[in-house]
């Protein structure tokens, strides 16, 4: 059975830290793996990864995905409130997506 | 600016009434989904579609049933809406086959069935 599982359920930080959200996969004829942002409305891509060990870069959020291990890690560095938000991990099987429970993280000032 | 339309954003009905949720996207993409989401559980798929007049069950497709008479609009029908069925509800679309590229997620219906 394809799934897609995430960890943590929720986490809380202060301003400044650096997290780490996790996203393991079982996904039959594995392609791509993307990660998404969900404020209080529709979810906005961050990024795809397709390639192991190739760390994908925007600003202050990194990801990376390990091919053999079946997983991927979001990294958030120097978070700030704006960074609250519930992040999804997802796999396309077929022609839909698998998508994890989602780790939503809050940053307090 | 490409998008996907969902026509509310907050929705309350009442137990026993037929609820219509519509979308519509721009895109000319010829898959179009619905899932719901709920705390703890994440995204769950209700059903999709990858063509007019095709659906296709999801993983809960029970208590709902879909339309597509349009390539652009995707609608989700709750038959006898049950409080069960109080969720945020997203639709989304994609191009043809498989998705590697992501969906392009509406705003999201958030119903209350009282």
């Known amino acids: 059975e394809d799934k897609v599982v995430q960890s943590p359920l929720s986490l809380v930080v202060h301003e400044g830290d650096t997290v780490t959200l996790n996203c393991s996969y079982e996904?039959?004829?594995?392609?791509?793996l993307l990660w998404y942002k969900q404020e209080k409305k529709a979810p906005t891509f961050l990024f795809m990864l397709t390639s192991s060990g190739i760390e994908k870069k925007s600003g202050r959020l990194s990801s990376i995905l390990d091919k053999k291990e079946l997983f991927s890690i979001l990294n958030i560095t120097a978070t700030q409130t704006g960074d609250s938000a519930v992040y999804l991990c997802a796999a396309p099987a077929g022609s839909q997506f698998y998508f994890g429970t989602g780790t939503s993280l809050t940053v307090i000032p | 600016d490409v998008k996907v339309t969902q026509s509310s954003r907050y929705l309350v009905k009442r137990t026993g009434e037929k609820v219509f949720l519509e979308c519509v996207q721009d895109m000319d993409h010829e898959n179009m989904f619905w899932y719901r989401q709920d705390p703890g559980l994440g995204l769950r798929l209700i059903y999709f579609?990858?063509?007019?007049?095709?659906?296709e069950k999801g993983d809960i497709p029970e208590g709902y049933s879909v339309s597509r008479e349009k390539k652009e609009r995707f609608s989700l029908i709750l038959e006898s809406a049950s409080t069960n069925q109080t969720s945020m509800y997203l639709c989304?679309?994609?191009?043809?086959?498989?998705?590697?590229?992501?969906?392009?997620f509406g705003s999201g219906t958030r119903l209350t069935v009282v």
């Open positions: 996904v039959t004829n594995f392609r791509s």
């Open positions: 989304a679309s994609s191009l043809s086959g498989t998705p590697m590229y992501g969906y392009t």
């Open positions: 579609s990858y063509d007019v007049k095709m659906k």
